[in-house]
């Protein structure tokens, strides 16, 4: 069955950086484009880093880019987050996520349980 | 940046209720619309994309409708297990969801 586990989480000062894994298992990961989602404690989801299935192209929502650096390593089926000049407000769970089909134009349908980045001084 | 709105955020209900919530998008989106079911400390699961195809394994009491910039979700009958936040999201370039609408048992 589909599997994706984050790793990586964890208490960082402002202006640190940390980098999460996503490893993936249960599917063919080399097909698939992947995406972060974040979630700040009490409140929605918001969207973060979406990269190909084969890791050439690489968007960003506004306010990370710059800051974020999504990657895949598809040898090792895992997915990365490169997270530089954190601030406070980057405190959040990230969730890591499977496109539903192989278009961009797809949903999210299968989601790690999470990795809880906190930023504080 | 395509701007999500749901309706009502907090929405309280009986068992055995229907119940309808609405997502607007600032924008046209066509059908790239799906929603998701969210409870405490779990990841969002997929209930519905393309406005209104059912994910599979979702029950047949959830359905979706709307194209363009209004959208419904639907709970026929709730469920005690169907207590929990519901989200929209338009993915038809970049990405982004609506702000939440909690469902409360009355």
């Known amino acids: 069955q589909v599997q994706l586990v984050e790793s990586g989480g964890g208490v960082v000062q402002p202006g640190r950086s940390l980098r999460l894994s996503c490893a993936a298992s249960?599917?063919?990961?080399?097909?698939?484009?992947m995406h972060w989602v974040r979630q700040a404690p009490g409140k929605g989801l918001e969207w973060v880093a979406l990269?190909?299935?084969?890791?050439?192209?690489?968007y960003y929502a506004d306010s990370v880019r710059g800051r974020f650096t999504i990657s895949r390593d598809n040898s090792k089926n895992t997915l990365y987050l490169q997270m530089n000049s954190l601030r406070v407000e980057d405190t959040a769970v990230y969730y890591c996520?499977?496109?539903?089909?192989?278009?961009?134009?797809?949903?999210?349908?299968?989601w790690g349980q999470g990795a809880l980045v906190t930023v504080s001084s | 940046d395509i701007q999500m709105t749901q309706s009502p955020s907090t929405l309280s209900a009986f068992v055995g209720d229907r119940v309808t919530i609405t997502c607007r998008a600032s924008?046209?989106?066509?059908?790239?619309l799906a929603w998701y079911q969210q409870k405490p400390g779990k990841a969002p699961k997929l209930l519905i994309y393309?406005?209104?195809s059912l994910e599979s394994g979702v029950p047949s009491r959830f359905s979706g409708s709307g194209s363009g910039t209004e959208f419904t979700l639907t709970i026929s009958s709730l469920q005690p297990d169907d207590f929990a936040t519901y989200y929209c999201?338009?993915?038809?370039?970049?990405?982004?969801f609506g702000q939440g609408t909690k469902l409360e048992i009355k």
């Open positions: 996520a499977r496109v539903r089909t192989g278009s961009y134009l797809s949903p999210f349908d299968f």
């Open positions: 249960g599917f063919t990961f080399s097909s698939y484009a």
């Open positions: 990269i190909s299935y084969d890791g050439y192209n690489k």
């Open positions: 924008q046209t989106i066509s059908d790239w």
């Open positions: 393309k406005a209104s």
């Open positions: 999201q338009h993915y038809n370039s970049y990405y982004s």
